[in-house]
């Protein structure tokens, strides 16, 4: 599993607490200062040709949004995270 950009890291935090969504909805979870909505667009689209999200087109009356969500390296990139921070969180408690 290659390594994430920060910015990577970043919107992969969004999808993660949000689960399923399109970028705005990714946008509106993230934390400030937030990202421009067109980079934001471009990195899942980044993260979606890696192989961590996988997206649908979800059609509401005339309006096609695209949906995404997190695939199983996706996943496996979240576990892998959280474990860093708990490592790093223990050497912190550790420290003190």
Partial sequence: MEKLTKQEEEAMQAVWKTGEGNVKVFLDNMDEPRTPYTTLASTIKNLEKKGYLRSKVERTGRTFR???????????ASKAARTKVRELFGELVEGV
């Fill in 66 to 76: 695209r949906m995404y969500r997190a695939t199983a390296l996706g996943r496996k």
